[in-house]
């Protein structure tokens, strides 16, 4: 079984700055492509940014120029850097990622449990 979990949200002024970070733990051969969503009270989930095994990057247009997606593979992990916020980018934030399982083979998909975001006017 493979976990995601997301770490360093919180709340933060507006033009602040946040980190966070996503580790997959568990029987993980290789993670493929991996992203960030968020999902605002009332709202549907919506994609913030992809990254690619590669690095290959994607971001919706809400967010190009505030934050940066990256990765490091080799210790399984996933970060968003986020800058300039502004309150409407209070939301849970959720990383997913297509992981192949060490022990099937099998390649899934995950999602962590969400951190929340709130950025204060």
């Known amino acids: 079984q493979v976990q995601l979990v997301e770490s360093g949200g919180g709340l933060v002024q507006t033009g602040g700055s946040l980190r966070l970070s996503c580790a997959a733990s568990?029987?993980?051969?290789?993670?493929?492509?991996m992203a960030w969503y968020r999902q605002a009270p009332g709202n549907e989930r919506e994609m913030v940014a992809t990254?690619?095994?590669?690095?290959?990057?994607n971001y919706a247009d809400s967010v190009k120029g505030r934050f940066s997606i990256s990765r490091d593979n080799a210790k399984n992990k996933m970060f968003l850097q986020m800058n300039s916020l502004k309150p409407e980018d209070t939301a849970v934030y959720y990383c997913?990622?297509?992981?192949?399982?060490?022990?099937?083979?099998?390649?899934?998909?995950?999602w962590g449990q969400g951190t929340q975001v709130t950025v204060s006017s």
């Open positions: 997913t990622g297509e992981a192949i399982s060490r022990v099937s083979l099998r390649r899934s998909s995950y």
């Open positions: 568990g029987s993980v051969l290789k993670i493929n492509t």
């Open positions: 990254i690619t095994y590669d690095g290959t990057t």
